[in-house]
């Protein structure tokens, strides 16, 4: 396996989505996986393998794809021995200089070139449906998660007897609780979470005794 790496930002998503599949949504969800622990897995993109500098350019490649600001811009990414190389364009100073401290903030890169050029009329490749997708199913995955660490912490519900579900940023909670205060309770967490467009609460009241 070559310790270089490139990939134009066209041809990261079907990577990006093979690479993740084995990772896993935890790993999409922030969680650092160690490079020596990391599975293989083959693409149409090329073998994925555990690789310190394929995996650095795996990541940069995901952050990169998630990012609103940085998903439509034609960012190519190389990686040798640690060391990035950003090349392509972008649409703004600011946008060249977020680029850079994202690299810089990926573990394991020693060093980042930054040879973006900055073009306000560089042409915006708006993401596929599937993108779209793929990108909107992270977002409810992360606002899921971000509730229900919401529901523990608050220690007053019993977190065991809810579930909650995100489909495009509206949550269901269901389940039961023990009163409509809990009820109202879980349904405000949920509500004033950032990101959340609107809750169904189908949570019911379980009425012992």
């Given at each position: 396996m070559p310790d270089r790496t490139k990939r134009p930002m066209q041809d990261r998503t079907r990577f990006v989505l093979a690479v993740l599949f084995v990772m896993g949504l935890a790993g999409i969800l922030g969680r650092?996986?160690?490079?020596?622990?990391?599975?293989a897995a083959d693409s149409d993109c090329g073998a994925f393998m555990p690789s310190s500098d394929r995996w650095i350019d795996t990541r940069l490649d995901t952050v990169y794809l998630l990012n609103p600001h940085l998903n439509q811009?034609?960012?190519?990414?190389?990686?040798?021995?640690?060391?990035?190389?950003?090349?392509?364009?972008?649409?703004?100073?600011?946008?060249?200089?977020?680029?850079?401290?994202?690299?810089?903030?990926v573990p394991g890169v020693h060093a980042v070139h930054n040879a973006l050029r900055v073009d306000e009329q560089a042409p915006v490749s708006p993401p596929s449906a599937a993108d779209s997708s793929f990108?909107?199913?992270?977002?409810?995955?992360?606002?899921?998660?971000?509730?229900?660490?919401?529901?523990?912490?608050?220690?007053?519900?019993?977190?065991t007897g809810i579930s909650v579900d995100t489909t495009n940023n509206i949550v269901e909670l269901s389940g039961e609780v023990a009163s409509d205060t809990e009820r109202q309770l879980?349904?405000?967490?949920?509500?004033?979470?950032?990101?959340v467009a609107s809750v169904a609460n189908r949570l019911a009241i379980h009425h012992s005794g």
């Open positions: 650092v996986v160690n490079a020596d622990d990391a599975p811009d034609p960012i190519s990414t190389e990686v040798r021995s640690g060391v990035v190389l950003l090349s392509g364009s972008v649409r703004s100073d600011i946008d060249r200089d977020l680029a850079e401290e994202i690299a810089r903030s990108l909107q199913s992270i977002r409810d995955a992360a606002l899921t998660a971000e509730i229900m660490t919401r529901l523990i912490a608050n220690g007053n519900l019993p977190v879980a349904e405000y967490i949920a509500r004033n979470t950032q990101g």
